[in-house]
């Protein structure tokens, strides 16, 4: 009588795997006959079934096992013999093949498990006006392709804040973020974008990852003028207006907060708001277009610009 002797993976070759369709390559001790889909089962708990059986010799057989659950299956697929299988040899008369267990016996361990965001947690001291701040994410299992761009910041009173280059490997991975400016709070997260996958591709799963700790950020601040403290209501705006270069203060290191300021230097201020700090208005020409603006008046393109 015809024997099993031995059931092995055919595609893919290796184990595990998060295949949707699984092909068992079974070989025969001697050319049968009568070999169909309905001749095998599968051995494990799901619910896939074999569906079809390509012959590679009148002893080799490759049978492809999809469907039911497969695709989000996660444990061990096996193939047996069916017990009510009608495979014979090929004298006259026919043997029946014996029933039994093959002496090579392989099966495939099935993984569609989604790898997930385990912790992001902080590696440095919060508070903190360091620079950079480092934070340690960590997975559920190996993952690869792990990249800045997979991840966000959530900031709150700070500005500027950025990712810099990922470091690590397998489960843990290390992402430092420059710190920015001003004064608040900084947490890592993992978007929905994120394109990180396990090492048999499943992507990530439970997006987005929001949970994670945050960095409190507390930057001392300084003042640029003089007469204006870091405690005085306009300090903020004044510091933004010196920064962006419209405003290089009254003279000797000071501002003059509470003073007046004439249209004419408003004119300055506006354009160079519009236009940026570098900003130089055109020739005035032979008219400013006011009777009470004289061509050579410091301000005169300025206000005609205007």
Known sequence: APRLNSITRQTPATSPTNADTLVFRATFSEAVMNVNAADFAVNGTTTATPTSVNPVSQSVYDVTVSGGNLANFNGVVGLNLSAGNDITDLDTPSNPVVLAEPTTDETYTVDNSAPT??????????????????????????????????????????????????????TTYNVPVNTGSGTGTIRLDVPNSATVVDLLGNPLSGLPFVGGQS???????????????????????????????????????NYCPESSVTRAEMAVFLLRGIHGSSYSPPAVGGSIGFGDVDTNYWAAAWIKQL
């Open 117 to 170: 965001v385990s912790s992001i947690v902080r590696a440095n001291a919060s508070p903190t006006s360091a620079d950079t701040v480092n934070f340690t994410v960590t997975f559920s299992e190996v993952v690869t392709g792990v990249a800045a761009n997979d991840f966000s910041l959530t900031t709150s009173g700070v500005t500027g804040a950025a990712i810099q280059t990922v470091t690590g490997s397998g």
């Open 215 to 253: 960095y409190t950020i507390t930057e001392t601040a300084t003042a640029t003028f003089g007469d204006v403290p870091t405690s005085y209501w306009a300090w903020s705006f004044v510091e933004r207006l010196a920064n962006a270069g419209i405003t290089a203060g009254c003279g000797g290191g």
